[in-house]
């Protein structure tokens, strides 16, 4: 038996954590029985009032979530669910040391950042401490979108230039300058490709134009960025900026190989631009080995501008562009004053400097690590199980499943991974699918993400694969002599010196064999 310490909050919930990092959470039934209107009415005011483009998970069939702890979220009814892809609520749902930073501040002082305060420098300085020296100067903004414009608007400036060259499947944010570069919004719609932005191949060595197989893949995607920028360049432009996500979630969970980035950078800067690395989604010590996923490709690898967003606040509004002194004189050589009324101001940083101390006292970087090197370890099995499983990828607790119904071609079984999230919803277990064929099962959980909760997980995978595999008549004897005609290669290794499987040939397929069941709604 484990002892067990519990902190109660405010809200009425209790939080504990036992020596093995499991969490065990006590919820205040009575606050979840206070909603406002019932289900059916809140589905009927949101069709109402909200925008229809507002979509919402399990559109057919929503949850209502009225209270959420740790890496838990709690229904109106008090059925819990376990929470696998809200990499927003980084250190865990309601965290009591982040809600008690914040409602303090907020009785002391909350008001524009054009003021002197004390947050704003303390926060900037031990954010800074976990970057390269290199980068120092902060710009405080309120969210991923903002931080991506900003960065944007940063690079322009500095360089003089506009064109810009982003990854295809890249999702960057939501405001105008954004979707521009954002192949995973713009190839959707009937927008008209920006004259400026220009579209690199994601560095996929699953799906992509070079795979696990290719000798070199890092340098021969990175060529394709050389290639680009001499296009443009003979076309009368100049590169203001590469921008990427440092692992690329939307677009699949993709891990680029190491030694991309710093090749890329290079190109990049000797045309005369930067580069910026998104960290909206990844960084905070998700990946586990490091801090940032940057750093991933080495330590002779630092960008020019970083953004943060999503996991800086715990579920706050808050976000960050760092960069370097030049970049921000630049800048201000424009002779346009720059403020964010809201960005940085005293309740924000309290909120931030909260985060970063619970990541420190809790370990959640080396919770990452470990609980990443479980989790990928037992679908890695899962793999060798069920001939679906195309790939596993990822690092720490940002980890990839891609779903095939054939490892050779890699036909995507975009039905079949719908239909797993559905299914692991009825378990109570909340999980994502992505990717440009939407097949790419996404975990990205609350940073206490613990072993059992892995277990638990993959355990209901694996009937609900099972189920599914037998509806189509795939069997494991398949997914087996695949596995060996791919084990003849040399395969490529993570951090950890373990091989990870990749596909031989590439054929879009279509989705013909789909058990009745799995034809399902995105969510």
């Not at 076309?235 to 699949?252: D, N, P, V, W, Y």
């Not at 000797?270 to 991933?296: N, P, S």
Request: contains cysteine; hydrophobic residues 35%; proline residues 4%.
């Amino acid at each position: 038996m484990h002892r067990r310490v519990f902190f109660f909050c405010s809200s009425g919930c209790s939080w504990s954590r036992s020596p093995r990092r499991s969490v065990v959470l006590q919820p205040d039934y009575s606050r979840m029985s206070a909603e406002i209107f019932d289900k059916n009415k809140t589905i009927d005011l949101r069709r109402k009032h909200i925008g229809p483009s507002c979509k919402i998970f399990f559109s057919h069939d929503p949850i209502k979530i009225v209270q959420a702890k740790g890496q838990y979220m709690y229904d109106e009814k008090g059925q819990r669910y376990l929470d696998c892809i809200n990499n927003v609520a980084h250190v865990g749902h309601c965290h009591p040391d982040v809600v008690k930073a914040g409602a303090q501040q907020m009785e002391l002082l909350n008001t524009n950042s054009r003021f002197l305060h004390d947050n704003l420098v303390l926060y900037a300085q031990r954010l800074q401490a976990t970057l390269p020296a290199k980068l120092s100067v902060c710009y405080f903004v309120n969210s991923g979108s903002e931080a991506n414009d900003l960065a944007l608007r940063l690079a322009w400036q500095y360089t003089g230039h506009k064109d810009i060259i982003t990854m295809d499947n890249a999702y960057h944010g939501h405001v105008s300058s954004l979707i521009d570069i954002s192949p995973y919004k713009f190839h959707h719609s009937d927008a008209e490709q920006n004259q400026h932005v220009h579209v690199a191949p994601s560095p996929d060595v699953y799906r992509g134009k070079y795979r696990g197989e290719h000798p070199d893949s890092a340098t021969a995607y990175a060529d394709e960025v050389k290639d680009m920028i001499q296009s443009v360049t003979n076309k009368g432009g100049k590169i203001a900026a590469f921008i990427a996500e440092s692992l690329q979630s939307c677009g699949g969970q993709v891990i680029p190989p190491q030694g991309y980035f710093q090749q890329v950078a290079q190109h990049v800067r000797q045309a005369g631009g930067l580069f910026i690395a998104d960290e909206v989604q990844v960084g905070f010590g998700r990946v586990g080995t490091h801090f940032w996923a940057f750093q991933l490709q080495g330590e002779d690898f630092v960008p020019d501008i970083v953004t943060m967003g999503k996991p800086i606040g715990n579920g706050h509004p808050m976000s960050c562009v760092v960069t370097t002194k030049e970049v921000a004189e630049a800048f201000m050589s424009s002779g346009m004053e720059y403020f964010n009324t809201f960005g940085g101001n005293p309740v924000s940083c309290a909120i931030g400097m909260a985060v970063l101390d619970v990541i420190v006292k809790e370990d959640l970087q080396g919770n990452a690590l470990r609980v990443g090197r479980y989790l990928t370890s037992l679908l890695e099995k899962q793999k060798e199980k069920h001939p679906l499983v195309g790939d596993i990828r990822g690092r720490g607790l940002f980890v990839g499943l891609e779903l095939v119904k054939d490892r050779l071609k890699l036909t995507p079984a975009t039905a079949e991974a719908q239909e797993v999230i559905y299914r692991l919803k009825e378990q109570r277990i909340l999980l994502s699918a992505d990717g440009p064929h939407r097949n790419v099962l996404k975990f990205k959980p609350p940073m206490c993400f613990t072993v059992e909760d892995a277990d638990l997980v993959v355990e209901k995978m694996d009937h609900i694969l099972t189920e599914l595999e037998e509806a189509l008549g795939l069997t494991s004897h398949h997914a087996l002599s695949v596995e060996n005609e791919s084990s003849k290669r040399k395969l490529p290794t993570d951090d950890h010196g373990q091989q990870h499987h990749s596909g031989l040939a590439h054929s879009r397929g279509d989705s013909q064999g789909v058990p009745q069941r799995a034809k399902r709604l995105k969510t």
